[in-house]
């Protein structure tokens, strides 16, 4: 069990711009999540895919932003035109999909913009 | 949806002491109840959850305690250690663990 992988750890860049991130889950888990953390506050749910297919996205996840997971492995989200508002922590996690599972968290991707 | 509170913000004991954390609920339908400790730059860490079919759960100095009817749930760490230094995240979970809502965090500060 090597945990959650997130890559890059730390992504800086202008306003305007594009930015991906990829998330590689623990192997056994066909649930990933993607949370978005401002600092100071709690975790905020965006998106979670049950193997390749995104199951359900929060009302936080605006048309700026998409999330793929194509093989139903490691998954990755784009930040299109990204904003000042868009600077924060992107943390992913991962679960088995029976009853009530933990979700095991990546040490997550800060995004800071010019 | 569902609303998650937590107390204290903040939380300062000496070393040895036993801190308390509390949180509230408010989708009668959760029934799922995960704290997770998170250090400095590091993904918040599962440290005990409880679901909604026990009252309380115990993990070395570590418990959770939950009451369904009030619609609260604590954490209790005893014999406090520097180590145990970190902001503490409750949550709550309906549907069966598919989207957590967390509360807004607790930082514990264990002086030596």
């Known amino acids: 069990d090597t945990g959650v992988s997130q890559n890059p750890r730390h992504k800086i860049t202008k306003r305007g711009q594009n930015v991906t991130f990829r998330c590689d889950p623990i192997s056994e888990h066909n649930r990933l999540y993607w949370y978005r953390q401002t600092l100071g506050q709690g975790p905020e749910f965006l998106t979670y895919f049950q193997n390749e297919a995104q199951l359900e996205k929060s009302r936080l996840l605006s048309d700026r932003f998409s999330a793929e997971r194509p093989k139903g492995s490691f998954s990755t989200l784009e930040i299109q035109r990204t904003e000042q508002g868009d600077s924060a922590m992107y943390l992913c996690?991962?679960?088995?999909?029976?009853?009530?599972?933990?979700?095991?968290f990546g040490d997550g991707t800060r995004l800071s913009i010019l | 949806g569902e609303n998650v509170e937590q107390h204290p913000s903040t939380l300062s004991v000496q070393e040895g002491d036993s801190a308390v954390i509390k949180c509230t609920y408010s989708d009668s339908a959760s029934n799922y109840f995960p704290w997770y400790k998170q250090e400095l730059g590091k993904g918040p860490q599962l440290i005990i959850d409880i679901r909604s079919n026990v009252g309380e759960k115990k993990d070395q100095r570590i418990a959770v305690t939950l009451n369904k009817t009030a619609k609260h749930f604590s954490l209790h760490i005893t014999e406090t250690q520097p180590e145990d230094s970190a902001v503490y995240f409750c949550?709550?979970?309906?549907?069966?663990?598919?989207?957590?809502?967390f509360g807004p965090g607790t930082r514990l500060s264990v002086l030596p």
């Open positions: 949550a709550a979970s309906t549907n069966y663990g598919q989207n957590f809502v």
């Open positions: 996690a991962s679960s088995l999909a029976t009853v009530n599972q933990p979700q095991h």
